[in-house]
C-alpha cells in the first residue's frame, strides 16, 4: 500500500502565492508520474500539473506561467509552487502519484483546500 500526504493549503489574496508538497512512502519499487489535480465546487476534477520520474513536465493551460510543479526523487516528494493566484483557482488540490508494485496503480491524497479570496 501506497500513502499519499499532502500539505500547504490556506487562504491567500489574489496575487499571493502558495506552495503545496507532497509525500508518497509505502511499499513501492518505482514511482512513475506525480502530479496535481484540482476540484472546485461543483465541477469536475481537473488535471493542474504533472511530472515523470525523468522531470518533463506539463501544465494545464490555465495554470502555464504561474504554477511550476518541482519533484524530488530521492525524497519521493512533488511540490507545485503557485504564483498570481487567481479566485478561480480556488479548490482542493489532489496530489496523484503512479506507483510501481507488482502492478502500476494510482494513489490519491486525501487534498488540500486551496482558497484566492480577497
Known amino acids: 500500500q501506497v500513502q499519499v500526504v499532502e500539505s500547504g493549503g490556506g487562504l491567500v489574496q489574489p496575487g499571493g502565492s502558495l506552495r503545496l508538497s507532497c509525500a508518497a512512502s509505502g511499499r513501492f519499487t518505482t514511482i512513475y508520474t506525480m502530479g496535481w489535480y484540482r476540484q472546485a465546487s461543483g465541477k469536475e476534477r481537473e488535471l493542474v500539473a504533472i511530472i515523470n520520474s525523468a522531470g518533463i513536465a506539463n501544465y494545464a493551460d490555465s495554470v502555464k506561467g504561474r504554477f511550476t510543479i518541482f519533484r524530488d526523487n530521492a525524497k519521493n516528494t512533488v511540490s507545485l509552487q503557485m504564483n498570481s493566484l487567481k479566485p478561480e483557482d480556488t479548490a482542493v488540490y489532489y496530489c496523484?502519484?503512479?506507483?510501481?508494485?507488482?502492478?502500476?496503480?494510482?494513489?490519491w491524497g486525501q487534498g488540500t483546500q486551496v482558497t484566492v479570496s480577497s
Open positions: 496523484l502519484v503512479d506507483a510501481f508494485y507488482i502492478g502500476s496503480n494510482n494513489y
